[in-house]
């Protein structure tokens, strides 16, 4: 168990990594659908950061199991604490579903799935124009579920950071050493 009330450090280079890469993609995306100038390569970057997200969460869930996550401070409310599980096992579903569900669709859709040069992905659904027309909406509506997610995630950060002051951002932002917050309360070891 993480008992010493942070990430370690490649939960938290994983985090600030897949941000910055959530947050391009969710750029990405828009552009892809309002600039038909912009689209061919912007989906030339959308299809490989993809998978990129899709290979870092499961190392990131692998790495979660391996070291916990800290604690939640004890004085938290118990819907708190289930919003908090809730919407990081959300996370972790839809940085899985969303890639996989890209790829599907256009292999459904007979498109190749280009990476980069001379890199290609198998197709992973069959050819089937039904299941493009469902996949396709099925991508767009969980890319805006994802983004209300990532802004609830943001939200509930700032309000442990600037309001309860409970260590919670801190935990994600630097190493225990030297942190300069207390440490928020763990339970005593069993």
């Known amino acids: 168990m993480n008992r010493h009330g942070h990430f370690d450090v490649l939960a938290r280079a994983l985090h600030w990594l897949m941000a ?26 959308h299809r490989p950061l993809g998978i990129a997200i899709l290979l870092l969460v499961i190392v990131r869930l692998v790495n979660r199991l391996r070291s916990p996550p800290p604690p939640l401070p004890t004085d938290l409310p118990a819907i708190q604490k289930l919003a908090a599980h809730a919407s990081h096992w959300l996370l972790y579903a839809l940085l899985f579903a969303m890639p996989l569900i890209g790829w599907a669709m256009l292999s459904a859709g007979g498109y190749p799935i280009v990476l980069f040069s001379g890199v290609h992905l198998p ?61 928020r309360d763990v339970p005593e070891a069993e």
């Open 123 to 183: 197709a992973i659904a069959p050819h089937s124009a039904g299941l493009y027309a469902l996949l396709r909406p099925a991508h767009t509506v969980l890319a805006y579920i994802l983004f209300a997610t990532v802004l609830a995630h943001l939200a509930a950060a700032l309000y442990h950071g600037w309001v309860r002051r409970d260590g919670v951002l801190d935990s994600m932002l630097r190493s225990g050493a030297g942190a300069g917050h207390p440490p």
């Open 20 to 45: 910055a890469m959530i947050l391009a993609m969710l750029f990405i995306g828009a552009g892809m659908v309002v600039s038909l100038a912009w689209r061919p390569t912007l989906l030339d970057l």
